[in-house]
């Protein structure tokens, strides 16, 4: 019985493990494909990375639609160097310093804040948060 309970045990540790790695890698895809959008400065494919709050917070900051809004917020395009997720939302270090928060949605995952960078002592200063 021991021995059927530490086998069922392992086997859930290893399906959470795996679990993990599979929203690592699909969130670090959200957050490429929003950065290479920015970089090509097609701004309509950038938006399709943003969670929908965060559609929301670039038109009313910006007073414009999104397409245009977040070219105009100057967004690092730096390289993904990590990804951590935690349930339903994930950071992704870039390359640089700056960070981009993500959440998990029935679309899969959507960017939430963008050009985020650490305060010493403070929460994240991001160009971009919904």
């Known amino acids: 019985m ?4 530490a086998a069922i045990a392992v086997l859930v540790l290893a399906l ?10 699909d969130a670090q ?18 938006c399709d990375e943003l969670s929908p709050d ?3 917070a670039v038109e009313q900051g910006e007073k414009k639609a999104c397409g245009k809004a977040i070219l105009s917020l100057g967004l690092p ?6 990804v951590q997720v935690y349930i339903d939302s994930a950071q992704a270090k870039l390359r ?12 899969g995952w959507k960017v939430s804040a963008a050009g985020c960078k650490p305060q010493p ?3 994240y200063q991001c160009e971009l948060e919904a």
Request: charged share 20%; hydrophobic share 40%; with cysteine.
């Open 2 to 5: 021991r021995l059927r309970l």
């Open 16 to 25: 959470c493990g795996c679990g993990t790695t599979g929203k690592e890698r």
């Open 29 to 46: 895809g959200s957050v490429q494909r929003f950065i290479a959008a920015l970089s090509r400065h097609d701004g309509a494919a950038a």
């Open 54 to 56: 965060a559609v929301s």
């Open 77 to 82: 395009a730096a390289p993904v160097a990590d």
């Open 96 to 107: 640089g310093g700056a960070a981009v928060f993500l959440e998990e949605t029935p679309k």
């Open 121 to 123: 002592g403070m929460p």
